[in-house]
């Protein structure tokens, strides 16, 4: 009983899950990638294909305006199609950066392995997968891919749902 009520008082957070082009290009990496989400027990709340427009890729990234990568990331992240997820989980933002690693591949590769990025990351930029990294950036992010979702309906209508089935 005890054991029940607590786990449904556990609170659901959101994340932005993104595989980014290089990623997307490799059927069976794509299909490994949506597997682990559903190992890891993340609940996918939305899911949508797209691709950016050059303009996207510069709106989402402007904070990294200026730095020696920017050009080049800004142009791959629009080179091709993405995939990106609303995720839910009890600190989805934290399990999600973890099955991630390290931004930069070779760093993954040396101090976590086992991460996404270590295992099929190209190079810093072709790291297969973005994740927000607060619940800020999570809400702020959601809204950029997903404009029609709304957090405030979600936490309202869908979390308890999902949480008292947990
Ligand atoms: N990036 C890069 N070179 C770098 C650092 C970052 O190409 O030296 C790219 C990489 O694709 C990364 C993205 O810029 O995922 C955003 O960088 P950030 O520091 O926000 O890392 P993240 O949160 O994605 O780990």
């Given at each position: 009983m005890i054991l029940t009520r607590l786990r449904c008082a556990k609170v659901l957070q959101l994340t932005l899950a993104v595989i980014k082009p290089d990623a997307v290009a490799q059927p069976l990496l794509l299909e490994a990638l949506h597997r682990k989400i559903l190992e890891n027990n993340f609940i996918i709340v939305r899911r949508k294909d797209l691709i950016w427009k050059r303009s996207d890729s510069e709106r989402f990234y402007a904070e990294h305006k200026g730095r020696f990568f920017y050009q080049r990331l800004v142009e791959f992240m629009s080179s091709g199609p993405m995939r990106a997820y609303i995720l839910a989980k009890e600190d989805a933002v934290s399990h999600w950066r973890e099955l991630m690693g390290p931004t930069k591949v070779y760093r993954a590769r040396y101090t976590?392995?086992?991460?996404i990025r270590a295992q099929y990351g190209l190079t810093d930029t072709r790291n297969t997968t973005h994740g927000s990294d607060s619940s800020e950036s999570a809400e702020r992010e959601i809204a950029f891919f997903?404009?029609?979702?709304s957090v405030q309906h979600w936490l309202e209508m869908e979390e308890p749902h999902f949480r008292m089935g947990h």
């Open positions: 976590s392995p086992k991460t997903f404009p029609e979702f």
